[in-house]
């Protein structure tokens, strides 16, 4: 959706400045989501472990917003506005709205385990279509996805069994890994 700049930086054209920039947008549209699903949770999720994902949860959304201002950022850098505002993230995403409100810990981390294995998957397409063109956006997203992969693990290790199996497995979107977790929660008390 971007506009090809007037101006990018050096050794980039301005088709190939547009070019980046759309894809900065996309992931300026899914890490503002982000952002605001894992605060969604955090005001939402109850039951066991509460304090526990209640505070694992505010580190991620503060690193998560830096991400957005880098990636915003960067867009400007290249002569391409960031558009942040609430309409276009909903008008631009391919993904459906975050469904779960008051939910247990199990299920919101059911959920978030199905949201970040999206927004990881997309910002590595990301990062690998940048790789040629512009090694310094495709530098940002390898260090934004080294973050994005631990608060992953993080979500993680909750839904991990002794075995090393995850309650969410084959599951089928973000509420059936809701379900699932519930499920296996329940059957772990």
């Given amino acids: 959706m971007a506009t090809t700049p007037r101006y990018t930086i050096p050794g980039l054209t301005p088709d190939q400045g547009a070019e980046v920039g759309a894809i900065l947008q996309d992931r300026l549209n899914a890490l503002n989501d982000l952002a605001l699903t894992l605060k969604h949770v955090h005001w939402n999720v109850v039951g066991r472990?509460?304090?526990?994902?209640?505070?694992?949860?505010?580190?991620?959304?503060?690193?998560?917003?830096?991400?957005?201002?880098?990636v915003a950022e960067?867009?400007?850098?290249?002569?391409?506005?960031?558009?942040?505002?609430?309409?276009?993230?909903?008008?631009?995403?391919?993904?459906?709205?975050?469904?779960?409100?008051?939910?247990?810990?199990?299920?919101?981390l059911g959920a978030l385990d199905i949201v970040y294995t999206g927004v990881i998957s997309d910002h590595r397409k990301a990062q690998d279509t940048t790789a040629e063109l512009d090694p310094v956006t495709e530098d940002m997203l390898i260090g934004q996805l080294a973050e994005l992969e631990k608060f992953h693990?993080?979500?993680?290790?909750?839904?991990?069994?002794?075995?090393?199996?995850?309650?969410?497995?084959?599951?089928?979107?973000?509420?059936?890994?809701?379900?699932?977790a519930g499920a296996a929660n329940d059957l772990n008390t």
Avoid: C, K
């Avoid at 472990?49 to 880098?70: C, K, S, W, Y």
């Avoid at 002569?79 to 631009?92: A, F, K, N």
């Avoid at 993680?156 to 309650?167: C, D, I, P, Q």
């Fill in 49 to 70: 472990n509460f304090i526990a994902v209640h505070e694992m949860l505010d580190p991620q959304i503060d690193a998560v917003r830096i991400m957005v201002d880098d």
């Fill in 74 to 108: 960067r867009m400007a850098t290249m002569g391409v506005p960031p558009l942040g505002t609430p309409g276009v993230i909903v008008e631009q995403r391919t993904w459906e709205d975050y469904s779960l409100a008051r939910a247990t810990t199990q299920e919101h």
């Fill in 153 to 180: 693990w993080f979500v993680r290790a909750h839904l991990e069994n002794a075995g090393g199996e995850l309650s969410t497995a084959g599951a089928g979107g973000e509420r059936d890994a809701a379900d699932q």
